[in-house]
């Protein structure tokens, strides 16, 4: 994902003969804007390329986000159908000193997103190929690619990799030795500020597996990215890349399945009264080392309608990983895909858990969902991943921080 505020001018753009793309309706955002639309940026784009304004049919399903708290706003969104109009794209906003947002899934969520107001809305989601090379593992995936494309693209091939793992309400304990993320998440936006993910003690975390990118900077130039290419840049987009330019293809190494790509998930609910017993067991699991291949999630939730935990349950399950987010945790992985209403996600990372803070923590969680029924699906959600292959990577070989240190994900 990449935010930039246009500073200068470098002028128009000659004409192509190229095809012009389709623009819909008849909407008047700023006739003069959208005469100067369809007279200088839509004969630069692609056949396949699409602009479409605020009160167009399609303008929801294209600008429609995750979430609306802090959005962005646009006058006009632009779908690319390849690279080249990327570059148009950037090129004419530039020119014009107009902010610009490109976007995959539409899921982030960062306050700084804010900041692009009335402008251009790349959504990049028409470049979601995903091309696996089974002699070398090597798959290339398009900028605009969500989660599910690429699941399903490498589990038909017979390969697996470290993807980025999001949230959502469940149940208290889920144990599964597997990658697993939301599948509408866009994978190069989730993937560019670290990715950690259920894999990362097999795999390391997401961006220990790119091997090139394909970026497309502010000044219009396109560069390829890589340990041998761009080798600075490389380092710095790999942790905290969102702002350099606009990926539109990266490289991830995969690596051959483990167990035929299946997976054994268990989902166990407990009494409040077992919390510390819970935490505990995991300390002594986050102490000695927590086998690569497990990821525990552990969940302070609540039935939407009681807000009480329910009873004691124990359900255990094997699932291909592209079923994952699916049929894991009731189906409510794929459920937090829906794009509505305001919300919002905090993060910190913890070596262990205290006890006696966590049922402080516990409890007052639970009396905030009382006193406010109206967020009670709100969930509180700790991440225990291994951490064998993040720690394997040099810890100044990219730009993402404190590799060596987190244990926890909150």
Same mark, same amino acid.
């Given at each position: 994902?990449?935010?930039?505020? @246009?500073?200068?001018?470098?002028?128009?753009?000659?004409?192509?003969?190229?095809?012009? %793309?389709?623009?819909? =309706?008849? +909407?008047?955002?700023?006739?003069?804007?959208?005469?100067?639309?369809?007279?200088?940026? @839509?004969?630069?784009?692609? /056949?396949?390329?699409?602009?479409?304004?605020?009160?167009?049919?399609?303008?929801?399903?294209? +600008?429609?986000?995750?979430?609306? #708290?802090?959005?962005?706003?646009?006058?006009?969104?632009?779908?690319?159908?390849?690279?080249?109009?990327?570059?148009?794209?950037?090129?004419?906003? $530039?020119?014009?000193?107009?902010?610009?947002?490109?976007?995959?899934?539409?899921?982030?969520?960062?306050?700084?997103?804010?900041?692009?107001?009335?402008?251009?809305?790349?959504?990049?989601?028409?470049?979601?190929?995903?091309?696996?090379?089974?002699?070398?593992?090597?798959?290339?995936?398009? &900028?605009? +690619?969500?989660?599910?494309?690429?699941?399903?693209? *490498?589990?038909?091939?017979?390969?697996?990799?470290?993807?980025?793992?999001?949230?959502?309400? &469940?149940?208290?304990?889920?144990?599964?030795?597997?990658? &697993?993320?939301?599948?509408?998440?866009?994978?190069?936006?989730?993937?560019? =500020?670290?990715?950690?993910?259920?894999?990362?003690?097999?795999?390391?975390?997401?961006?220990?597996?790119?091997?090139?990118?394909?970026?497309?900077?502010?000044?219009?130039? *396109?560069?390829?990215?890589?340990?041998?290419?761009?080798?600075?840049?490389?380092? &710095?987009?790999?942790? @905290?890349?969102?702002?350099?330019?606009?990926?539109?293809?990266?490289?991830?190494?995969?690596?051959?399945?483990?167990?035929?790509?299946?997976? #054994?998930?268990?989902?166990?609910?407990?009494?409040?009264?077992?919390?510390?017993?819970?935490?505990?067991?995991?300390?002594?699991?986050?102490?000695?080392?927590? %086998?690569?291949?497990?990821?525990?999630?552990?969940?302070?939730?609540?039935?939407?309608?009681?807000?009480?935990?329910?009873? $004691?349950?124990?359900?255990?399950?094997?699932?291909?990983?592209?079923?994952? %987010?699916?049929?894991?945790?009731?189906?409510?992985?794929?459920?937090?895909?829906?794009?509505?209403?305001?919300?919002? *996600?905090?993060?910190?990372?913890?070596?262990?858990?205290?006890?006696?803070?966590? /049922?402080?923590?516990? *409890?007052?969680?639970?009396?905030?969902?009382?006193?406010?029924?109206?967020?009670?699906?709100?969930?509180?959600?700790?991440?225990?991943?291994?951490?064998?292959?993040?720690?394997?990577?040099?810890?100044?070989?990219?730009?993402? %921080?404190?590799?060596?240190?987190?244990?926890?994900?909150?």
């Amino acid at each position: 994902m990449f935010l930039k505020t @246009a500073l200068a001018s470098l002028g128009l753009l000659a004409a192509t003969s190229q095809a012009a %793309p389709s623009i819909e =309706g008849t +909407t008047r955002v700023n006739s003069f804007e959208k005469r100067d639309v369809a007279s200088t940026l @839509a004969t630069r784009l692609s /056949r396949g390329a699409s602009i479409v304004f605020p009160q167009d049919a399609h303008w929801q399903h294209v +600008t429609e986000r995750w979430t609306k #708290y802090l959005a962005p706003s646009f006058q006009v969104a632009v779908e690319p159908a390849v690279e080249a109009d990327v570059v148009a794209i950037v090129k004419y906003a $530039v020119a014009r000193n107009i902010s610009f947002l490109a976007q995959g899934g539409r899921h982030g969520y960062a306050p700084e997103l804010q900041k692009t107001q009335n402008g251009i809305l790349i959504n990049m989601e028409q470049i979601h190929h995903v091309v696996v090379d089974k002699a070398t593992g090597i798959v290339a995936v398009g &900028g605009g +690619t969500v989660y599910e494309q690429v699941i399903n693209a *490498t589990y038909a091939a017979g390969r697996e990799m470290s993807m980025s793992y999001c949230a959502c309400q &469940g149940t208290i304990v889920n144990l599964s030795p597997a990658v &697993g993320s939301c599948p509408c998440v866009g994978v190069l936006g989730a993937t560019l =500020g670290g990715g950690h993910g259920r894999l990362q003690g097999l795999h390391g975390m997401s961006i220990d597996s790119i091997r090139r990118l394909r970026v497309v900077l502010a000044n219009g130039k *396109t560069i390829n990215v890589s340990q041998h290419e761009n080798a600075d840049l490389f380092w &710095g987009i790999r942790g @905290a890349g969102q702002n350099y330019g606009i990926v539109v293809e990266a490289d991830f190494q995969t690596a051959p399945q483990v167990a035929h790509g299946l997976l #054994y998930d268990v989902e166990m609910q407990f009494a409040d009264e077992k919390l510390e017993q819970v935490l505990e067991l995991m300390n002594q699991q986050i102490r000695a080392a927590l %086998p690569p291949e497990l990821a525990v999630n552990i969940v302070f939730g609540a039935n939407t309608t009681t807000l009480k935990l329910g009873p $004691v349950t124990f359900v255990e399950n094997i699932y291909n990983w592209s079923e994952l %987010p699916f049929k894991t945790a009731s189906g409510l992985i794929a459920a937090q895909c829906l794009k509505y209403g305001y919300k919002n *996600t905090y993060s910190l990372n913890l070596a262990t858990f205290d006890t006696a803070t966590m /049922r402080s923590v516990y *409890t007052s969680w639970g009396n905030f969902l009382a006193a406010h029924p109206n967020v009670n699906a709100s969930t509180l959600l700790f991440e225990v991943f291994g951490q064998q292959a993040v720690r394997a990577a040099p810890d100044k070989g990219t730009a993402f %921080p404190n590799r060596m240190f987190s244990n926890i994900l909150v």
